[in-house]
């Protein structure tokens, strides 16, 4: 960190979570297994996961919509961190609408879908499925936690959208990359 001419050196350790507890922004300590640590460790963990993605051959455009994805789930993992503030609300609001807007446009561009598609198909596509997965996770634990606790409903329903993007995306990779999808096909009796 800089102030004025001088760095002071940030230590990574600080040896306040030795016994199992974390604070929260508010300065609360909580245990580390605490519904709300898991609800934004989830969402760090999605966020992590987006970024494996980004470290893919990507175009441009969707490598730039990705870093705009990891730096609102950096915002609404602060919020969570925060215990519910609502700062970061005027961001998410938007951002629900501009979730919609990318998948009605990827929509366009797609077969209607027929029945249930197995995860697979280009590299790219099969990532896109594995962050969906962990996004509808992220999502589940937002409402189970606002269940007992205070949790701004946006988030919620960004991550549900957010999970409908990635796979609308997952099935617009493999299109690009002339890969069906596979279906699900139930097993005879």
């Known amino acids: 960190m800089l102030t004025g001419d001088r760095i002071i050196r940030m230590g990574l350790y600080t040896r306040t979570g030795d016994e199992g507890e974390t604070g929260l922004a508010s300065s609360r300590r ?12 989830t969402v760090d963990e999605l966020n992590a996961f987006v970024g ?4 893919e051959d990507l175009d441009e455009d ?12 950096f915002e609404i993992g602060a919020n969570l961190a925060s215990e519910g503030e609502e700062a970061s609300l005027n961001r998410i609001r938007p ?8 998948i009605d446009a990827c929509e366009e561009q797609l077969e209607p879908l027929r029945n249930f598609v197995l995860p697979g198909g280009h590299r790219t596509a099969a990532l896109l499925h594995v962050l969906r997965t962990i996004c509808r996770r992220a ?15 946006e988030i919620g329903i960004w991550l549900n959208r957010l999970s409908d993007l ?6 617009d990779a493999n299109r690009r990359h002339k890969i069906d999808d596979t279906p699900w096909e139930r097993n005879p009796e």
């Open 52 to 55: 494996l993605l980004r470290a």
């Open 62 to 73: 969707l490598d730039q919509k990705l870093g705009e994805i990891q730096n609102m789930l």
């Open 95 to 102: 951002g629900i609408a501009k979730l919609e807007d990318w």
């Open 166 to 171: 990635f796979f609308a995306w997952a099935r």
């Open 139 to 153: 999502e589940r634990e937002v409402w189970s936690l606002s269940s007992h606790e205070k949790v701004p409903v």
């Open 30 to 41: 909580v245990a580390k297994y605490d519904p709300r640590i898991a609800t934004y460790g």
